[in-house]
T-cell receptor, first 115, second 117 residues
Framework: AQKITQTQPGMFVQEKEAVTLDCTYD???????LFWYKQPSSGEMIFLIY??????QNATEGRYSLNFQKARKSANLVISASQLGDSAMYFC????????????FGQGTELSVKP | GAVVSQHPSWVICKSGTSVKIECRSL??????MFWYRQFPKQSLMLMAT?????????EQGVEKDKFLINHASLTLSTLTVTSAHPEDSSFYIC?????????????FGPGTRLLVL
């Protein structure tokens, strides 16, 4: 079974608008962390935001926020005021405490920002 | 600035040769590093966990004799693709966990693109 699911292979958004990238996860470990990374065409993985399973508040980092709904096991990334430079692949990943720190990645979502 | 470096960034080699890729943590120690492989238009797949001073832990389906991992110091892990073949052509990327402000984040190297002819 997929541990991390990103159901949107591709998304388009108009410049300056907000966009939500979906991510759902599956785990029985009560302690886990959720990550979002951006991968531009250069291939580098850029860390965007982190949410711990015990965090009470949704994580925010500048224009990025994570809509964490624990009961629904979803951790959607919200990008506000999209910029052309936001065009890239976006990956959601999970780390389970009982798995030694390794990350399991979703399939990714390709975001295209239109001028 | 970069937190994790990788070398080389590009390598082209002939089939049957071995290729070594280095992953270094910059300004912090990493007792554990992770090696991933990414094929075009696909996600990152974990290959193995590199442990300083002990044997690497390989994911199911990854040949340990083909992908040799050595974690000789607290800042360096190497991945050697032995007897490389065209199907090994891929993007190889390493990561290392770093704790900052009480939170642990995984930082990735810039990746190595391997093309086996």
């Amino acid at each position: 079974a997929q541990k991390i699911t990103q159901t949107q292979p591709g998304m388009f958004v108009q410049e300056k608008e907000a966009v939500t990238l979906d991510c759902t996860y599956d785990t029985s470990d009560p302690s886990y962390g959720l990550f979002w990374y951006k991968q531009p065409s250069s291939g580098e993985m850029i860390f965007l935001i982190y949410q711990g399973s015990y965090d009470q508040q949704n994580a925010t980092e500048g224009r990025y926020s994570l809509n964490f709904q624990k009961a629904r096991k979803s951790a959607n990334l919200v990008i506000s005021a999209s910029q052309l430079g936001d065009s890239a692949m976006y990956f959601c990943a999970m780390r389970e405490r009982n798995q030694g720190g390794k990350l399991i990645f979703g399939q990714g979502t390709e975001l295209s920002v239109k001028p | 600035g970069a937190v994790v470096s990788q070398h080389p960034s590009w390598v082209i080699c002939k089939s049957g040769t071995s290729v070594k890729i280095e992953c270094r943590s910059l300004d912090f120690q990493a007792t554990t590093m992770f090696w991933y492989r990414q094929f075009p238009k696909q996600s990152l797949m974990l290959m193995a966990t590199s442990n300083e001073g002990s044997k690497a832990t390989y994911e199911q389906g990854v040949e340990k004799d083909k992908f040799l991992i050595n974690h000789a110091s607290l800042t360096l892990s190497t991945l050697t693709v032995t007897s490389a073949h065209p199907e090994d052509s891929s993007f190889y990327i390493c990561s290392a966990p770093k704790t900052s402000g009480g939170a642990e984040t995984q930082y990735f190297g810039p990746g190595t693109r391997l093309l086996v002819l």
